[in-house]
């Protein structure tokens, strides 16, 4: 029993450096990073954004984990998550092949689709398997410490990488960028996979009972269902309002490239500040009140972005991102907790996969639903309706409408008792 433990608590640890591993090879296939990567493989900007798009909808591969059904999953993660790292490796490695245009962009394409396919099959199980090393009852404060960890990592190591992918393409060495860049994802995946081998995996723990488990369990399951509304409703209000703000900041509001990252490490700042105190607030309190709260910081950020025109764009976008850090501080674990809350240790996989999958598919459908308003007022010259407004305004209120919706629900429909099985 003493043994047990003991492999629990060392499992703990290494749960916390895989976590910031795996987010840091995660900061280099996103982003800037990923844009970098496809000017030079020539990849239009087009189909980058078409790319990025099919990613954003990556947790509808989860659905494929509900139906493979492992005794043990530790060797299905890892051989998935080897796979999708060097998948990963290769976005880095494209560029520097001789084939045609059409062949690096088929190729850059499919290696990411690829990649995440691999990623999201194994998420499930392996989120369940390292998620049952926790006691339940401390969770929030796990989570929170797992989060800062990878968020502090993450800042420094995307400002390094970031300079000398700078400094290399600026100084004419842009293939030794390239060759550091997939070195580095290497490295990581090598240190990734030693961390999941190391990690104890309880036996039984993340198995699920003869027929437990499956899509069917999962769609009968009312209080599974009920917090899947809640990640539906949140998913709908990040997606109909942020994937408009890039443009936003440096179109309408003017600004520079350097406020833009300014406004990004308050964000993260604000994130790390409250990242434990929510941890130790769901605890106590359960992930449901934490996230009413989140959910309220969440709306007021919406609420100031619905104000925000040139002329106080500066302050109402500071605004917006504190409040955004603050929010997803307890939203980025509490989404995946809620669900483990709400349903029992044998369904949680399956209940994790469904539950994501419907949310992101939701929040991609939301962002298509915002586009053709956000194209109608830009086309009549800023004006919905006679009224001169600004399109990101508009599905800013939107955002904070399903905000409120999510907070609403969690209050009046949601039993707010943990309430697993």
Sequence with gaps: MKNAEAQRKTGRALYHAEAAAEYLISLLVTGPFLAFAAKHA????????ILSSVISMGCLFQLLSVFI??????????????????????VYLIPLTSFSPQAKTVLFAGANVLAYIAYYVAHPKKISWLMSLVDDDKRGRFTADKEIISL????????????VTDGL??????????????????????????????????????VPKAKSGGFSAVMKNRNVLKSMVVLVLIYCSTY?????????QIGELGFDLKFVSLLTIINGVSRIAFTRYWGKFADKRSFSVMMEKCLLIFTVGYAAM?????????????????????????LGSGTMNLVFDYSAPELRADALAVSQAAAGFSGFLTTLAA???VEYVQRNGNRFLSVPVYAQQIVSALGALFSLAALLFIRFALNRKKAAG
């Design 42 to 49: 020539g990849v239009s900007d087009s189909v980058t954004g």
């Design 69 to 90: 059904r492992k005794k043990r999953v530790k060797s299905f993660v890892i051989a998935l998550s080897i796979t999708d790292q060097l998948l990963f490796t290769t």
């Design 152 to 163: 502090i990592s993450g800042m420094a190591f995307s400002y390094a990488m970031g300079a």
């Design 169 to 206: 393409s600026e100084s004419g060495q842009t293939v030794t960028a390239f060759w550091i860049s997939a070195g580095v994802i290497t490295l990581l995946c090598v240190c990734h996979t030693l961390l999941l081998a190391f990690t104890y995996e309880e036996p039984g723990a993340a």
């Design 240 to 248: 109909v309002c942020t994937p408009f703000y890039g443009t936003y």
């Design 306 to 330: 619905t104000a925000a025109v040139p002329e106080n764009g500066a302050v109402m976008m500071i605004v917006y991102n504190v409040c955004c850090g603050a929010a997803n501080a307890g």
């Design 371 to 373: 586009s053709p308003i």
